[in-house]
């Protein structure tokens, strides 16, 4: 779960409203001004307009490494595509759609996303993108052949799209059904065509898209010749119903949405070969488990399947025959707690990696204490571990078989920092290739190197807690060959403006566990003879980090600054980076050590002579929101104020694959359950509360809130609540409603802790 923004009235937002007095120029900084004399801002509106200007620019946007890692194509303004090749610097225009229209019409050709054929002769276009959950949506698809400039309808209301990688098809799914263009003959064929409704071929419904982390439910082989899918069943899942209440007669939307102990979907795979149509299905038996992972091996028609328990604590790996439906299991994992198969908050969608041209995989586990990467051979051997240490590996870039590198992020300098590193399969000659201090997100080219891992580039975005993201192409010789983005313009805001720098720091708990935490201090700060209000603003949840050494980009903390607060980040037991003993201590008791930390970070931060314990709050936004009411009940008295976004409040109301995979399952657990309900704590309410959800979200359900408000009341305890019928699960639902929202907290905080 998380907290998820519309994208477009967040970038409205961002660019709307420019600083009054602000000086956006690139100019060089004004260094030298004081601090009371830097300009702040006018209202909150100014404010949350401001974020454009703190995040600056993140460098070439949709990046696509093109002719084998030898190249990469962005995006230049709103629709002309470029080319850069880093040996020759040479940039080369190979898309522009001035001028262009939709075929057959007048209309005006735009696009929401491309991608590349494997040989980079055709680019598919994804157009007319119509929202369906977090990640999916359906489009109109369109190929683009570089050589002679033609565009042309290829799928019509699809939900997901992709060139084959020998460039002569297009697979898709629509309605349910997947589907096949081909272009030589311009002949669509269908591959399937027993959909239903709640019954999908290629298709995730919406537990499986949100807590397994794709939206794509099928797989081109390599070699173009299959396509590997899921065919998900939700008619047994329980509906769940919700309306905005607009008009005189309510319209619902509704989904299948499997709670706790609910009936899951039920899915299977199946394997079509394209030449002939034949369609088989992998001898897999689910047994109320899961199939969260799909992939293709190196041997011809053969898929590789990940099956999980329900619990989610038992893994295993099949090889199965695309062709026969023969599934062999070759290696198993069990686990005290549970088993990741991706990572949502890094970005990452798989932990387990086939390259080609070798059969081996690879595969991310925390089986001795840390994230690490292991190495097998086809039937499941352990052939070595790649790493090893007191530190995660948090991102496989690149597997280059052939000279046998891997390219990797870890946390071996710290967990609140990323770094790159080049390795030997055999875990031999480590190299760090990146230096800077700070958190590194880089895109390393899919490249064949030389026998000493030369001759492959990756774009780095970084920053630090002072310096903004810096976004710079480099070789892994260690050669800068270009710096793509230095954001100047980021660096003079901040010179001119009442900006706080993030401070690092950390202490150890009562029960002697150490905690990292930022620190964002108020304009004008004096620590001899001022005593400041503290808003703790936490997430929380299994696996995410709030606190890492970059660089501070959230306008609405930047406000509070300016308005006197001291602003605390938490890094708490469950965060992911430290390892498995501190991010799995969790496990079936959500909310126990979580509150704990920040009830002790309140504690911290009340010894310190410029703090004021008196006026502490803590905010947070869906596991947020139930991090700070679960805090507020079950630490009474140490915060004064909680703002509660979108909470959790019983898990047993969320859906299984995410609860069950941290909470177990029901009824066995029940105790545990009802012990990190929010719910079962209303009594202990002594501060202030503001509650705010929406009756649209269809991740946490507002049943949550009103369950939350209902137990409050049945003890005589007062809370205040703010409904936003129109919203999803990020509350607000447009430009007008953000600003409102955050104006009710700031508001908040001023009439209670000011």
């Known amino acids: 779960m998380s907290h998820h923004k519309p994208f477009g009235w967040l970038l409205w937002l961002a660019l709307a409203s420019p600083l009054v007095g602000t000086g956006q120029s690139a100019q060089a900084p004004a260094a030298g001004v004081a601090a009371s004399a830097k300009q702040r801002f006018a209202s909150l509106q100014q404010a949350l307009s401001a974020g454009g200007q703190l995040n600056g620019s993140q460098g070439p946007r949709s990046v696509n490494w093109i002719d084998n890692g030898r190249a990469f194509s962005y995006l230049d303004g709103q629709s002309t595509i470029k080319t850069f090749t880093p040996q020759t610097g040479q940039e080369t225009v190979v898309f522009d759609a001035s001028g262009l229209t939709f075929p057959g019409t007048t209309q005006t050709f735009v696009y929401q996303s491309f991608q590349w054929s494997k040989d980079s002769k055709n680019i598919l276009f994804q157009t007319n993108f119509r929202p369906v959950y977090r990640r999916s949506g359906i489009s109109d698809y369109y190929s683009y052949s570089v050589a002679d400039k033609s565009l042309k309808l290829v799928a019509k209301d699809a939900q997901t799209a992709e060139l084959a ?73 329980p509906i769940y119903k919700m309306t905005d209440y607009k008009g005189f ?35 897999v038996d689910l047994q109320d488990g899961y199939i969260p992972r799909i992939y293709w091996t190196n041997i011809e028609g053969q898929v590789a399947l990940i099956h999980l328990n329900r619990k989610q604590n038992h893994l295993r790996l099949f090889m199965a025959n695309g062709r026969t439906g023969e599934a062999r299991p070759i290696m198993e994992e069990k686990a005290k707690s549970w088993i990741d198969v991706f990572d949502f908050f890094a970005g990452i969608n798989h932990l ?50 052939k000279n046998r590198k891997v390219y990797y992020t870890s946390t071996e300098v710290s967990p609140l920092e990323r770094q790159l590193y080049m390795i030997d399969i055999d875990g031999k000659n480590k190299r760090r290739l990146t230096n800077t201090p700070g958190r590194h997100t880089v895109n390393v080219a899919p490249a064949t190197a030389d026998s000493k891992g030369n001759g492959v580039y990756f774009i ?60 964002l201090k108020p304009a004008d700060f004096d620590p001899n003879s001022k005593k400041y209000p503290v808003l703790v603003d936490i997430y929380g949840g299994p696996g995410a980090q709030s606190v890492y050494n970059d660089f501070s980009t959230s306008a609405w903390h930047q406000y509070l600054t300016q308005q006197g607060y001291v602003v605390v980040s938490v890094n708490n037991r469950g965060s992911g980076g430290y390892g498995r003993d501190f991010e799995k201590i969790v496990y079936e008791q959500l909310g126990k050590y979580e509150s704990l930390d920040f009830a002790e970070t309140a504690k911290y931060l009340a010894k310190q002579p410029w703090v004021d314990a008196n006026r502490m709050a803590i905010r947070g936004h869906s596991y947020g929101g139930y991090m700070s009411s679960y805090t507020m009940l ?44 929010v719910t079962t704590y209303a009594k202990n309410l002594a501060g202030k509360m503001f509650v705010a959800h929406s009756t649209m979200d269809e991740n946490v359900h507002v049943r949550n809130t ?25 509350v607000a639902y447009n430009g007008a409603s953000y600003v409102l929202l955050h104006q009710q907290y700031t508001d908040y905080l001023a009439q209670h802790l000011k």
Not at 250 to 256: F, Q
Request: charged content about 25%; aromatic content about 14%.
């Open 634 to 677: 079950t630490h009474p008295g140490v915060f004064k104020v909680a703002l509660v976004g979108a909470p959790v409040t019983d898990w047993r109301l969320y859906d299984s694959i995410y609860t069950e995979r941290y909470m177990g399952l029901l009824p066995e657990n029940e105790a545990k359950y009802k012990a990190s309900a």
């Open 249 to 283: 007669d309510e319209k619902y939307d509704s989904l299948p949405y499997p709670r706790v102990g609910d009936t899951n979907p039920s899915v299977r795979i199946g394997v079509i070969e394209i030449s002939n149509g034949k369609k088989q299905w992998m001898n």
């Open 165 to 237: 990688p020998d460039g002569s098809k297009i697979g898709y799914e629509r309605g349910g059904n997947l589907f096949v263009f081909d272009f030589a003959g311009g002949k669509e064929t269908q591959l399937t065509n027993d959909a239903k409704p709640a019954f999908y071929n290629g298709r995730f419904g919406w537990a499986y898209e949100e807590e397994f982390g794709l939206a794509q439910a099928w797989e081109w082989s390599p070699d173009s010749k299959f396509i590997a899918f899921w065919q998900s069943d939700e008619r047994q899942v």
């Open 460 to 519: 780095d975005r970084y920053s630090n807690t002072t310096t903004p993201t810096q976004v710079e192409l480099w070789d892994t010789k260690g050669k800068k060959i270009k710096t793509l983005e230095a954001n100047s313009r980021v660096t003079d805001f901040v010179a001119k403006n009442a900006i706080a720098t993030k401070e690092l720091a950390n202490f150890t708990t009562s029960d002697g566990q150490r905690i990292d935490i930022s620190i």
């Open 352 to 401: 387990m990696y086939f390259p080609a041209g070798v059969n081996e995989f690879y595969w991310v586990s925390d089986r001795d204490g840390y994230a690490h990467l292991y190495r097998y051979d086809y039937t499941g051997k352990l052939l070595n571990a790649v790493t090893s240490g007191a530190w995660e590996v948090t991102y496989v870039h690149h597997i280059d078989a």
């Open 706 to 730: 009103f369950q939350l408000m209902n137990a409050l009341e049945d003890e005589g305890k007062d809370a205040d609540l703010r409904i936003y019928p129109p919203g999803a699960h990020g």
